[in-house]
């Protein structure tokens, strides 16, 4: 259980954080989603003890950070953002390391500890190998099993799949999918599928506050409903007058098509007029002998309510701790 | 097992990964052996005596530049790869990471000194040597080695640049060894005074085998100084990230 309570952070006279309030149950997966600077890293080298807030407060397992935290870290597996390694170490004496540093007693917890994320990351085949000699998705493994090796309630994890080719990325969102079973798991990340695909809730945060925080389907929800997409096989002129005519209000727009002969449009209607607009778009294709090969709503996706939500400078937030909380 | 002992352990055996350390310790062993023989069998001078002290005594100067090639990537490292960020994260107080570092490295400078006692060896085998002095002299190395380690880690963790790190720090000792010169600039008086701050002063009395307690303090407080200062950047760092 993660608290975050009206957490501000100052670098100088930078605002990083501008009161950021939060709180993430156990077992959740909680995806952070932000452009670049937007705070997301500075909210967890905070939530790790690496940085001291300006103020507020940050709780896990009840524990303040501030008060105790090397109880604190106990409890944290982290993946600093970029990964960071001591390149001239093998894999074998790294992890033994952590294990070391971890409080692990040499014998049978700390051996089976190495074995278990071994197993889990995967990393038999590079054990014996020099970090610098790794590829970075077995470095990205050698990081992640460097979080988990004492077992932590709580993952916080920085980018974890950055810079990794689509395949690389397949196998780290799988294993967080796995670790995100039993665990809580805080994570940041610039790709919008992989939030889709690993986390039970996404917050996203823009300038130092956040601007929303819900489910995919609340975030998606929040947004005004996309356009009917309409597309048309049929001669232009005819086809653009007729629905010009059908729609004097203007809701029409004209987009390129994709292939020749064929008319693309987007009409502008609220969901619950739906059904009249769809029928009418069909009763005209057919009443001209058109082909009708696309009508469809266009869902609202997380990449729009991403965009909506980071570009403009100043936001209310949309959905509020709704499945959080 | 010791969470400084971990870090200690860490510290001292990546000294073995790392090119740098090697050419320290040829340049320590192969510069130092040349001067002590030198000093030994060409010195014609004097009556050729069994004993150690012209080595001890061009200590401090050699160090200068040996030691802060040691210290300097002691946090300059850490801060240029990020690691400095899990360091600080691992459920380690931070003066614990400080002394296991900083003991690490001391292991280090004594493993290279150890390796000289080959000389001394030596010298017992064709006279009569007297171990007090030498003993001393050992004691009185690994009393200086650790106040120029203090020192130039601390100037390690203000910087990620190890060149940076290694130039302040010579520059700093060459100051402080300097110190009765630079007091001299005021008046004799003065130079007495300055003389106090200075390592190499304490340096010689010990290096004798006059083991005085204000020396040992002098070391202690030296260390314990920047190691304090050490421990204010790390905290510090917290506040600015």
């Known amino acids: 259980m993660i608290q975050v309570e009206n957490l501000v952070k100052y670098y100088g006279t930078f605002a990083a954080l501008q009161g950021i309030d939060f709180q993430v149950p156990s077992g959740q997966v909680l995806g952070f989603l932000g452009p670049n600077g937007a705070g997301k890293s500075t909210t967890m080298k905070i939530l790790t003890g690496y940085l001291i807030p300006s103020s507020g407060t940050v709780t896990i397992d009840g524990i303040d950070v501030l008060e105790d935290p090397i109880r604190v870290r106990k409890k944290v597996g982290y993946l600093p953002e970029n990964n960071p390694l001591y390149h001239d170490m093998r894999v074998d004496d790294y992890l033994g390391f952590i294990a070391d540093v971890r409080g692990m007693s040499s014998g049978g917890s700390k051996t089976s500890a190495i074995d278990r994320v071994v197993d889990v990351c995967g990393l038999k085949r590079v054990w014996r190998k020099g970090i610098k000699e790794l590829s970075k998705g077995f470095r990205q493994r050698v990081g992640l099993a460097q979080a988990m090796i004492h077992d932590p309630e709580i993952l916080i994890l920085d980018e974890p799949t950055s810079g990794l080719d689509p395949n690389q990325i397949v196998e780290i969102r799988e294993l967080i999918r796995s670790l995100g079973a039993d665990r809580t798991v805080l994570l940041s990340t610039h790709y919008l599928q992989e939030v889709e695909a690993t986390c039970d809730r996404i917050m996203i945060i823009a300038h130092g506050r956040i601007v929303a925080d819900g489910t995919l389907e609340e975030l998606t929800g929040s947004l005004p409903p996309g356009e009917?997409?309409?597309?048309?096989k049929g001669p232009r002129e005819d086809v653009e007058k007729q629905f010009a005519e059908l729609f004097p209000g203007g809701e029409v727009r004209f987009r390129p098509a994709e292939h020749d002969g064929e008319v693309s449009l987007r009409i502008e209607s609220k969901p619950e007029n739906d059904e009249n607009v769809l029928e009418a778009v069909f009763d005209l294709a057919k009443g001209n002998g058109w082909k009708l090969l696309e009508l469809h709503r266009e869902n609202a996706t997380l990449e729009q309510v991403f965009r909506r939500l980071t570009m403009d400078p100043v936001e209310q937030p949309l959905v509020m701790g709704g499945s959080g909380v | 097992m010791s969470d400084t002992l971990v870090i200690l352990k860490r510290e001292f055996r990546s000294y073995f990964l790392s090119p740098i350390a090697y050419?320290?310790?040829?340049?320590?062993?192969?510069i130092g052996g040349w001067l002590f023989f030198e000093g030994l069998f060409f010195d014609t001078g004097q009556a050729a005596e069994a004993k150690m002290e012209s080595y001890f005594g061009l200590l401090p100067l050699f160090f200068m530049v040996l030691v802060p090639a040691l210290s300097m990537r002691l946090w300059a490292e850490e801060r240029k790869l990020g690691t400095l960020e899990l360091l600080m994260t691992f459920p380690v107080k931070t003066m614990h990471l400080i002394l296991g570092k900083f003991c690490g490295a001391l292991c280090f400078v004594a493993v290279l000194l150890a390796l000289t006692l080959f000389y001394p060896v030596t010298l017992a085998s064709l006279g009569n040597l007297d171990w007090g002095p030498v003993l001393g002299g050992y004691l009185a190395t690994l009393l200086l080695a650790a106040s120029y380690l203090a020192l130039?880690?601390?100037?390690?963790?203000?910087?990620?640049?190890?060149?940076?790190?290694?130039?302040?720090?010579?520059?700093?000792?060459?100051?402080?060894?300097l110190m009765r010169q630079v007091g001299m600039l005021i008046g004799p008086w003065w130079a007495e005074v300055f003389a106090i701050a200075s390592p190499r002063e304490h340096f010689s009395s010990i290096a004798r085998g006059v083991i005085d307690l204000r020396d040992m303090l002098y070391y202690g407080a030296f260390c314990g100084f920047f190691l304090y200062l050490n421990s204010l950047v790390l905290e510090a760092k917290k506040q600015v990230g």
């Open chain 2, 152 to 177: 130039g880690m601390f100037i390690s963790s203000l910087t990620q640049d190890q060149i940076i790190a290694l130039l302040v720090t010579v520059s700093v000792l060459l100051l402080l060894i």
């Open chain 1, 228 to 232: 009917l997409k309409v597309t048309v």
């Open chain 2, 23 to 30: 050419v320290v310790g040829a340049l320590f062993l192969g």
